[in-house]
């Protein structure tokens, strides 16, 4: 077996939204109890997720070979998701890229296959639950990137790994279903708690390892969660993550140990869905300039209220009537192949005589008339400037009313956009914005993607 290669970049991105369980509790008649949930926005999928925690890897990381796209909530079946995370993020034609999609097991099997190959494992999901589920109160959204290379520049190196499988029925869902079902948790977990102690066991014996320093247990049964981390008791006490995330879920519960984890320092990650996958690794001297930029515990804490009725509506379980306006066109595939570095990338054009940047890209320069004197002038990862801005409450949209705002980016180009995440009343001229990849619209089963405004909340 081929050495695997070590993480030498993560990072993670969590929707700014929050469910508080004090709303559901009012909604629903039941206790509600403290907390919140983090919820994905209307226009954002396990696509756009994923690609949002992809763009905040550090450039300097450099360009995966292959992409790993794991999510129990596919925005397409049929089609490659990850095709998309791989125009997002700028890498042209060369390349792998396949989904792993199903159940929540994918997200290990994204990271293995990256860490065997030296690629990119993107780990995204929009966790839907019926109103009154586990799911719905216990779950979130969230997405995780992990980065795999040289194992002399990783922050973090695997050295050992060990994966049983056994087939029952504890949780399932099939193609046509909004959210999944249970068995009985108790059977679940006197079926689950064997195959993580002997998971667990080997990998600690085969890394050599009497008690790791931390520990990650994942999984879609609460109670195997509950009762397996005694089996494994951590040296260093867990940290906070927002909730069962599926696909993402094990890799959010990584990157919150990496955020703090110490040099030398062991974790044993324990993914418990149709078996049980159990990783133990080992932090280097470089994680410490290695930390993702927005720690995970500063993403859980931040975000904004969203009411329940709100949310059920995003979801699709609430159909309330439609702006009484024609519902926009379908997304021609075409024009999009022709455009894939504007439409997937936001890369526009500078001229190389006079500097002047267009928006979208063009031939002939607005600044100088120069033909055909462009060269590419990415804006993926810019931030700019409201200059003006409108508040359009007749226009189509799932969540309206639709703001757009006129946007200076840093370095030249200006572009009328959405702005998400935000209502009219936090808008301003001279607000700091920065891109963000959604979805305008779904039309005939066809997502229009591109790319939004979102305020800025902390300016680097």
């Not at 756009?48 to 992409?67: D, K």
């Not at 079902?181 to 998971?199: C, D, H, K, N, Q």
């Not at 001229?429 to 963000?436: H, K, L, P, Q, S």
Request: a negative charge; glycine letters at 12%; proline letters at 7%.
């Amino acid at each position: 077996m081929n050495t695997p290669k070590g993480i030498v970049a993560y990072a993670t991105y969590l929707p700014r939204h929050r469910l508080r369980h004090a709303d559901l509790g009012t909604a629903l008649g039941t206790r509600g109890g403290t907390g919140s949930r983090v919820a994905a926005s209307f226009d954002e999928d396990s696509t756009t997720l994923g690609i949002e925690a992809a763009r905040r890897l550090p450039r300097e990381g450099g360009r995966p070979e292959s992409i790993f796209f794991a999510t129990t909530s596919p925005a397409y079946l049929d089609k490659t998701n990850a095709a998309a995370v791989h125009a997002a993020l700028g890498l042209g034609a060369d390349g792998f890229a396949v989904d792993l999609a199903g159940s929540a097991r994918s997200g290990t099997g994204a990271l293995l296959a990256a860490a065997a190959s030296g690629g990119l494992a993107v780990l995204a999901d929009v966790r839907t639950g019926l109103p009154g589920s586990a799911d719905e109160r216990d779950g979130a959204d969230g997405a995780a990137a992990f980065l795999f290379g040289d194992p002399d520049e990783a922050v973090a190196e695997i050295v050992a790994r060990v994966s049983v499988t056994a087939e029952f029925l504890d949780r399932w869902r099939t193609p046509d279903e909004p959210a999944a079902r249970r068995w009985e948790e108790r059977f679940g977990l006197e079926s689950y708690l064997p195959l993580v102690t002997e998971a667990g066991r080997r990998a600690l014996r085969e890394a050599g390892v009497a008690a790791p320093d931390h520990v990650v247990l994942s999984s879609p049964n609460p109670l195997v969660v509950r009762r397996g981390a005694a089996l494994f008791p951590a040296r260093v006490p867990a940290g906070g993550t927002p909730g069962h995330a599926g696909a993402a879920d094990v890799g959010l519960g990584l990157a919150e140990v990496l955020d703090r984890a110490a040099p030398g320092e062991t974790a044993l990650v324990l993914s418990a869905v149709d078996g049980c996958d159990a990783l133990v690794l080992r932090v280097t001297g470089r994680i410490e300039g290695g930390r993702q930029a927005h720690p995970l515990s500063a993403q859980l804490a931040a975000g904004r209220d969203v009411s329940y009725t709100t949310y059920l509506t995003w979801r699709g379980l609430l159909d309330r009537e439609a702006p009484r306006r024609p519902e926009p066109e379908v997304a021609a595939g075409p024009p999009s192949a022709r455009s894939q570095a504007w439409k997937f990338a936001f890369t526009g054009s500078r001229c190389r005589g006079c500097g002047f940047v267009h928006l979208p890209p063009a031939r002939v320069c607005k600044g100088c008339g120069a033909v055909d004197e462009m060269e590419p002038r990415p804006l993926s990862g810019a931030r700019g400037t409201v200059v003006t801005f409108t508040a359009d409450r007749l226009a189509y949209s799932p969540s309206p009313p639709l703001i757009d705002v006129v946007v200076d980016f840093d370095g030249g180009g200006r572009y009328t956009m959405e702005l998400a995440d935000a209502v009219p009343d936090e808008v301003a001229i001279g607000m700091r914005v920065e891109t963000t990849f959604r979805r305008l619209h779904t039309t005939q089963g066809v997502h229009n993607y591109f790319w939004k405004a979102r305020p800025v909340e902390d300016e680097r």
